[in-house]
């Protein structure tokens, strides 16, 4: 699927990617990856006793392979580990699925207790994975990537971020004010991150809803682009912070709706036939790698051919960052 979408990626790559560096960054001498985030990075892999389970493609919301196993199986330099904190479809005795993991439950509530958010990701690796205590990382040879509140749209082709999606209609506070307190959470999971040994990060960034959608969505696109900014404000200041620490940090941000509109634009040249429908709506379960001609596996997540898509994008990011 790639061989000819190579010219498109590179220029959207080129385009949307942008970061902030305060030390050399090598991407081939990355030989760990962490990662955390909500159901777009969600491999079914599970933290039990201390240690990460196996991944678990079937159960995952691509319908095989997500983005960051794209990345470290196919799009790597090197043998690169894998560690993916981001648990976020426990099933229930019952068998029911809950999603919508947001940065911190204390300041938006969660479409469950069962589902964990950055800020419960963050303590299940500093409960078994920090300091070196559960695989020899170093600083040099790993990358800590967060992909937390993304949610896509397929009736519109639109984007929200779930930390946004459950608070953009409050009435106690502003949106501004909401976002400042989800990002101050977000940040000191980083520093405790930092204080870890981390030294390489990788933010893939939210998006906000494209123009002329309905009145919700405008509100929702607005308080994303706040997001967006406070981001790229706190990036700035964690910097500085590590800086005055002692500490060199690299920080990038990898933003993701340039890609997602890209690919949307271009689905037939990068072999998306149908970005109309999901997988589900024909497909047994035993089919579901079958739906590499899909753009969409349901309403809110894309197929696992999209997730392809975006990995080859990260990696020609982080490679572009190595001089390479």
Known sequence: MLASTLPFLLLVTVACARGISASAFYWPNVKHVFSFGDSYTDTYARFVNGTLTASHDLKSTSGGKMWIEWLTDTYNVSTVELYNFARVFPESPGGRRYGGAVTDETIVAQSSSSTQSFRDQV????????????????????????????????????????????????????????NARVLASYFERLALLRSAGARNFLLLQSAHTAPGEPNNGTLQSLAALDYNAQLA????????????????????????????????????????????????????????????????????????????????????????????
Do not use: C
């Open 123 to 178: 303590n299940n690796f500093l409960a078994g994975y920090a300091n070196n205590s559960a695989v020899p990382w170093t600083a040099d040879d790993s990358l800590f990537t967060v992909f937390i509140g993304m949610r896509y749209s397929l009736a519109a082709s639109s984007v929200g971020i779930n930390d946004i999606g459950k608070s953009y209609y409050w009435t106690n506070e502003t949106q501004h004010t909401t």
């Open 233 to 324: 404000q706190n990036i700035e200041g964690f910097t500085r912070n590590s800086s005055a620490l002692g500490v060199s940090v690299n920080v990038a941000i990898h933003p993701t709706h340039a890609l997602f509109d890209f690919a949307l634009d271009n689905a037939e040249v990068l072999g998306f036939t149908n970005v109309a429908s999901g997988w589900w709506t024909g497909l047994a379960d035993q089919d579901q790698y079958s739906a590499a001609t899909y753009f969409w596996w349901n309403n809110f997540h894309p197929t696992w051919g999209v997730h392809d898509v975006l990995a080859h994008s990260v990696s020609t990011f982080l490679s572009k960052r190595s001089g390479l």
